[in-house]
């Protein structure tokens, strides 16, 4: 008999059983919408309590459970770095949760049950993917990740949504068929179905080495489809766009952690054969900032314009893996985290914006003209996620992740591609400052031409929940920005 050990699991097994207790909630109470919701909340909150055994470990220490007898392999491994990711996935589905509540129209509370289940069905995957140790429960995972967001994106119906979710299954699709030859060659080279040291390790002659080497390979390739890698972030701005806005910062955020949090768990496996360098990651990662930043440059859809903020912001997140080790492994994680808070700020501040404009015209750049001096509390908190994005004071935080991406990268030697970084680092900045500047002007007055005045941000009261979620987006930017070691500690 295998070992179960349900602490090591809740962080799994709790938004999981949170999913199934709102559909049969659902089916006793129909549309009982904050029923539905405290569910959600509470299996949310035991899956955070969950993590903290791991978080508060030693350094080395680990947390294992489903083991096969006789000290056999175990299937579910929790290091601090697995940890800091669990719990930065089961945050980021509060903070979305947070959001979908106002935006929810009160003649579709029907679908309230539907919506979360998916939610919660998709964070178990994200959470246990991160610690999946074998080939079929980390494919397995990795999908209930993904699919469920799918549903989600199209639930609206409308044309827009169909087509985004539509490329987003398609993509899947391709990025499963692409991870699934990635595993086919993993156990052709080492002749195990775990995905550790010590498999790889056998893989010691030539030929297995060069499948090995083949598998990594499919995984950063099918793993960029679900990151928004250049190129295969065909997806990522339909999807976004046509996505409802709590599901396009979902995809903006816990589908990016369970990527990494996939991505990690191959690259932990290789990193004991002290693999040199990959080119490969570096050209993605170098084709993704570049392309992300021009093109957001160029846009004056604010949800468009993150949408290719993620594509550049995903070449800084794999940038550190050039470094085929635990130290580019934590610094890709790290940068994840940073981007995560930040882009989750935005996200809620602009949800806020679209809520007050009772329409479309929320999501031009136009609309957030004089939000800092007309409304302080979301222009302040939307400023400081955007700070955060570029990496300039008093964003400490976003700047002190791009040291830590550029530190694996200098020390492997390659330094064009840190100059190249640095680059894109200036152009990430235009783009995110480009948005503060609109912020800072003075909104129109009364008295302005038609043609010359443009839309105010038409802000007046937050909902409970978005001010909520603004509160604990801000209250994290500052405390990490104030207190770097706090994530670099997690890390370690």
């Not at 909630?25 to 129909?30: F, G, H, K, M, N």
């Not at 949800?303 to 903020?309: D, E, G, I, K, Q």
Request: charged share 10%.
């Amino acid at each position: 008999m295998t070992t179960f050990d349900a602490a090591t699991l809740l962080p799994v097994l709790a938004p999981a059983i949170g999913a199934l207790l709102v559909l049969v909630v659902d089916i006793i109470v129909p549309r009982a919408f904050g029923v539905h919701y405290a569910i959600a909340f509470i299996s949310l909150v035991v899956g955070v309590f969950g993590t903290t055994d791991a978080l508060s470990a030693g350094p080395g220490d680990v947390r294992q459970t489903l083991c096969l007898p006789a000290g056999g392999t175990c299937f579910y491994t929790v290091s601090g770095l697995t940890a800091a990711l669990q719990l930065a996935t089961l945050v980021a589905t509060g903070i979305t949760l947070l959001l979908a509540w106002p935006l929810e129209p009160r003649g579709d509370r029907d679908r309230t049950a539907v919506t979360l289940s998916l939610l919660l069905a998709a964070t178990s995957g994200a959470v246990g993917v991160a610690a999946a140790r074998d080939l079929g429960s980390w494919l397995v995972t990795l999908e209930l990740a993904t699919l469920p967001v799918v549903a989600l994106a199209a639930l609206t119906g409308t044309r827009r949504a169909l087509a985004g979710a539509i490329q987003l299954l398609t993509t899947s699709i391709v990025s499963f068929a692409v991870l699934t030859l990635a595993a086919a060659c993993w156990y052709a080279a080492t002749g195990s179905p775990s995905l550790t040291s010590a498999a790889a390790l056998a893989a010691t002659s030539t030929p297995q080495r060069g499948l090995l080497a083949l598998s990594v390979v499919l995984v950063l390739a099918g793993i960029g489809f679900k990151l928004s890698l250049v190129p295969f972030h065909a997806w990522t701005p339909t999807a976004y766009a046509g996505a409802p806005l709590p599901i396009a910062a979902f995809l903006a955020g816990v589908s990016k952690v369970a990527a990494l949090g996939a991505l990690l768990v191959v690259i932990t496996a290789v990193a004991s054969l002290g693999k040199a360098a990959l080119i490969g990651t570096a050209v993605l990662a170098v084709a993704s900032m570049t392309l992300g930043n021009l093109v957001a440059l160029r846009q004056d859809d604010v949800v468009r314009l993150l949408a290719w903020s993620t594509v550049a912001q995903a070449g800084w997140v794999v940038l550190p893996l050039i470094s085929v080790s635990s130290l580019g492994a934590r610094s890709s994680a790290a940068y994840l985290l940073t981007y995560l808070v930040a882009t989750l700020v935005v996200f809620t501040a602009v949800a806020v914006t679209i809520r007050g404009s009772r329409g479309r015209s929320g999501r031009r750049l136009t609309a957030y003209r004089g939000l800092v001096r007309s409304h302080p509390f979301v222009g302040g908190a939307l400023a400081l996620g955007l700070l955060s994005l570029a990496g300039l004071p008093p964003g400490v935080l976003g700047l002190i992740g791009k040291v830590v991406a550029l530190r694996p990268v200098v020390i492997e030697g390659w330094w064009v591609i840190a100059v190249i970084a640095a680059v894109n680092a200036v152009l990430g900045a235009a783009v995110y400052l480009r948005w503060l500047r609109v912020m800072l002007e003075p909104a129109p007055g009364p008295a302005a031409p038609a043609a010359a005045a443009a839309p105010v941000a038409p802000v007046v009261t937050a909902h409970l929940s978005h001010r909520v979620a603004l509160s604990i987006g801000v209250l994290v930017l500052i405390t990490l920005s104030v207190q770097p070691q706090i994530l670099l500690g997690l890390l370690t």
